[in-house]
Every structure is written in C-alpha cells, then in structure tokens.
C-alpha cells in the first residue's frame, strides 16, 4: 500500500515526501487508485513484475494537493464537526468514506467556479 499522507487527531495532517517522475512498485494497484492517478494526470501501466505510474511535469503536485491533502482535511473536518479531537469518533472504512466525499465536495465546488 502506498502511504502518501495521514490524519493524526487532534488536528495533524502529514503529507509524505514523493519522488517526482516515474515510480515502480510491486503488485497491482486497485481500480480506485489507478482512477486516481489517471484523473490526475499520471500514465499507470501494469507489468509482469509490478505496476509503473510516471508522473507528468505539475501532476504529482496537483494530485497530493487536490487528492492526499484534500482526503486528509475531510478525516480533520469529521473529527473536529463531531467535537471529539482526541479519539477517532467513526470506524475506519466510514472516516475514508466520508474523507473521499469530501475530496470529491471540493472538486465539485472547483469545477462550479471555472
């Protein structure tokens, strides 16, 4: 699994350091992040020996702030609108569910502006 960023409450996001360029990694990458990388830009292809998504000039960054970051504001926005800053106040699966929709929120309103 790739760990790009991560919420730690109360109220600390970390974004991990990426290298810029082509990446290789072992395995197949799931659908959903394939989707992901290819909306922001990235070419994916699948290999024998492992996966290979290369980065275009300006997309890396594009996607770690309009995708990790933004999925990490949405895990802050849960804790902090339910008032419980020191535990995780939903399960696992229900916190990236609501962190996706509110990835997907922010772009829409992007989309609306243009």
Do not use: C
């Amino acid at each position: 699994m790739l760990q790009l960023g991560r919420y730690e409450a109360p109220g600390r996001i970390m974004l991990f350091e990426q290298r810029s360029g082509i990446w290789r990694v072992g395995g197949k990458l799931s659908a959903q992040i394939v989707r992901s990388f290819r909306k922001n830009g990235a070419t994916v292809a699948n290999h024998a020996q492992g996966t290979t998504i290369e980065w275009p000039q300006g997309s890396l960054r594009r996607f770690m702030l309009e995708e990790v970051l933004a999925h990490e504001i949405g895990h802050h926005v849960l804790q902090q609108y339910k008032g419980k800053r020191g535990v995780q106040i939903a399960r696992k699966r229900d916190h990236e569910k609501f962190a996706a929709g509110f990835v997907e929120r922010q772009r829409s309103k992007k989309d609306a502006r243009r």
